[in-house]
């Protein structure tokens, strides 16, 4: 190793690659709500169901399988990986939660109904935040020691700053009148909804910062 080069880390440049994944997700679900609202299904349930998906969650997909290539090509175990299989098992929960309010003729149009653009959008990162928080308890071994860990670590402290904030966020736009009636307009809340991007910008620009002074995530 050559003088001023960095020592090598398994998580170096992770948290950027799941940061590049929820891009991916942004531009899925509006290219899909155009294609929707161009066909005439601007209110279709089921359009609703995947623009909020790949909204929301196309990011969720990609980081998943990060997770599981990194599970394949037996990695160390990372927060990174951690973070992402999360995501993968949190995404289902929006889903029940969309049909069964339908199904009890719930005015998703309407301020009653902004909780479902919400777990569509964070639904994964409760999983993130939940993964997150076992991975420190691995490493701990003990709940408080990973509680001391969690309340040091910026990307979970990102995380949980977006699990409360958003939803205060699309309850006022709701009630300020915003209603998703065409599928653009549901990409749109949902992207706004799903700060995800925030804990891997986060992670990312920890991660420089350690190893730019040799540092470590513990104290």
């Not at 999983?127 to 990973?146: K, P």
């Not at 706004?192 to 540092?215: D, F, I, Q, Y």
Request: glycine share 12%.
């Amino acid at each position: 190793m050559t003088t001023g080069e960095l020592p090598p880390h398994e998580e170096v440049g992770e948290f950027r690659r799941l940061l590049r994944y929820t891009a991916v997700g942004y531009a899925a679900g509006v290219v899909l709500a155009v294609v929707l609202d161009r066909a005439g299904f601007q209110r279709s349930p089921i359009g609703q169901w995947l623009v909020r998906t790949f909204s929301g969650e196309g990011e969720s997909v990609l980081e998943g399988a990060f997770s599981v290539r990194q599970r394949l090509r037996r990695a160390s175990a990372s927060m990174a990986e951690a973070y992402g299989w999360g995501k993968l098992a949190g995404m289902a929960v929006p889903w029940v939660i969309d049909w069964t309010s339908r199904a009890l003729a719930v005015n998703v149009y309407g301020v009653g109904g902004f909780y479902i653009p919400y777990f569509y959008a964070l639904s994964d990162q409760i999983g993130a935040n939940v993964s997150g928080f076992l991975f420190l308890r691995r490493l701990e071994g003990t709940s408080r020691g990973a509680l001391r860990r969690y309340v040091r670590d910026p990307v979970m402290l990102a995380s949980l700053a977006v699990i409360l904030v958003v939803p205060a966020g699309l309850l006022l736009g709701r009630g300020a009148g915003f209603s998703p009636t065409t599928q653009l307009y549901t990409a749109f809340e949902t992207i706004a909804a799903n700060l995800c991007w925030v804990p891997p910008l986060v992670g990312s620009v920890a991660e420089r910062r350690r190893h730019r002074t040799g540092g470590s995530d513990r104290e």
